[in-house]
């Protein structure tokens, strides 16, 4: 029988996984009170938060208040979000804005004439202006600024290209007492050695899963591995089935997930089909600044109505230099690809975007497992409902980074409690290198292609039923090679979704 040792066990007072805005943020608050170590599975700047492209929703203008903004987030949830949750939220935006500007995030301001203040976006689903944001790339400026922050803290390690694999919890090592999380396992993605890390305080910070669909606005990373890995281990996760499809993702073949921001929409975009008919006053009277989910659902019935594979989005009304000014990324990105916007059409077409659901988390993000908090979007708290009102994820990031660094400083429990456990070597057992690759590639696209086929935007039983039956099967398939063949990052993460 073969094994590999586990080469190496790090210990930290803090470790966190994954490096969006939640887990840099996490890592910033908890690092003037012990070490904090970070690992993220690829570079340090992929994260679904480098992709977002419109902003934070918050109520910073006098025109704007608190219940209206709770008011349109509890609607877009389709009434299903947690009331009390989402005014806390809401609530704590403005200290949270305050607090990543002291950390050297400034959002675009108003210019001349228009007056002071900031420049703020309106998206769909929202009654007032209110996304604050850096041009058409906030995510990309939050991530920069951030990341930078965080190589000066002395008190804080990234482990760049590290993958988690499962949690280390005391039930699992067979402990005495309640069952709570006191490390993981890592895959060393350089070196193929797997190690691991020790901590009192575990934090997920891993994002999504849009990659479980065929078409999805995030990145390859997005593979939803914090919500496999608590479920694994026996936490409560919670609406899964309301998932986010983006309503506008360019359609073009090279451009593979780029977004057209909702606020393109906001700031005058029309939706129009193929024939050139606008269509959105048909399905809401708010019209292209509907919610997301009845934007998407509308331009996906209209796509089967024509059999287009596509939809027109149409700025070009717009002066030219407003354009250049308010979206400079989504322009330059759609003129490499021979779209001039200010002259061109869209295409665009809806794309998995975002996962209401996730680990059951308070706003401080505990979960029912001591020693495991889980933040951003990995978290389901209840802000969401069935459907995210546009903005509100960094929102959320924000506050909940802030109240669970707060909580885990304050709750003495949480270290006096944690015993050093000595983590047992990763069997391999009679596991071999795989020759069978192609095995992994056709059971990834299998599993996708019936999640978009059969579980996406428009749903029935018949559908539900048939993607019950493929998925067994194809779960089967996979966990029986997690088994047979040494782990790699492909098979970790097709496990996962």
């Known amino acids: 029988m073969l094994y590999i040792l586990v080469l190496k066990t790090l210990k930290c007072d803090y470790f966190v996984i994954g490096s969006g805005i939640a887990g840099l943020l996490s890592a910033l608050h908890l690092c003037k009170h012990g070490k904090v170590i970070i690992a993220t599975k690829k570079d340090r700047a992929d994260s679904n938060t480098n992709y977002a492209q419109g902003g934070i929703a918050c109520v910073t203008s006098s025109e704007d208040s608190i219940d209206e903004h709770v008011k349109d987030t509890i609607k877009a949830g389709d009434g299903l979000c947690d009331e009390k949750v989402v005014k806390e939220i809401v609530e704590n935006g403005p200290e949270g804005i305050r607090q990543i500007e002291n950390f050297g995030v400034k959002f675009t301001e108003r210019e001349a004439p228009e007056g002071t203040g900031y420049d703020l ?99 390859d990373i997005a593979t939803g591995d914090g919500v496999a890995m608590a479920w694994r281990a026996g936490v409560p996760i919670k609406n899964m089935e309301f998932i986010q499809f983006h309503p506008t993702c360019l359609y073009h073949q090279q451009a593979k997930s ?189 599993l996708r292609s019936c999640m978009w086929d059969y579980v996406g935007i428009v749903r029935t039983d018949r559908r539900l039923d048939r993607a019950v039956g493929r998925i067994a099967n194809e779960k089967s398939e996979i966990y029986q090679y997690y088994h047979d063949y040494i782990i790699d990052s492909d098979i970790l993460e097709l496990r996962n979704i």
């Open 121 to 219: 976006g309106k998206e769909g689903g929202h009654s007032k202006r209110r996304v604050l944001h850096v041009g058409d790339v906030t995510g990309r400026r939050l991530e920069e600024v951030l990341l930078s922050r965080i190589i000066s803290e002395k008190n804080i390690e990234i482990l760049e290209h590290c993958m988690a694999i499962d949690l280390i919890t005391t039930g699992w090592l067979g402990l005495d007492g309640d069952n709570r999380c006191v490390g993981v396992y890592l895959l060393d993605g350089a070196t193929g050695e797997v190690f691991a890390v020790t901590s009192p305080c575990m934090v997920l910070a891993t994002g999504g899963g849009g990659k479980v669909y065929l078409y999805t606005s995030n990145p």
């Open 258 to 446: 780029f977004l057209i921001s909702e606020a393109v929409r906001g700031e005058g975009g029309k939706l129009l089909t193929v024939s050139m008919r606008r269509f959105m006053d048909d399905y809401d009277e708010r019209g292209e600044l509907a919610s997301r989910d009845v934007v998407a659902r509308a331009i996906d019935n209209e796509m089967k109505i024509s059999g287009d594979r596509f939809v027109y989005l149409d700025i070009r009304h717009k002066p030219a230099d407003f354009i250049k000014r308010r979206f400079p990324s989504i322009y330059s990105t759609c003129l490499n690809f021979g779209l001039d916007i200010t002259k061109d059409l869209i295409p665009v077409v809806p794309a998995a975007h975002y996962f209401c659901g996730g680990v059951e988390a308070g706003i401080d993000a505990s979960t029912a497992m001591k020693g495991l908090f889980a933040c951003g979007e990995v978290a389901c708290t209840g802000l969401h409902g069935a459907n995210r009102l546009a903005s509100n994820s960094l929102l959320e990031a924000v506050v909940c980074a802030r109240r669970m660094a707060e909580r885990i400083i304050s709750d003495a429990d949480l270290k006096d409690s944690f015993k050093k456990v000595k983590v047992p070597d990763w069997n391999l057992g009679n596991a071999r290198r795989s020759d069978e690759g192609i095995v992994v590639e056709h059971n990834w696209n299998e």
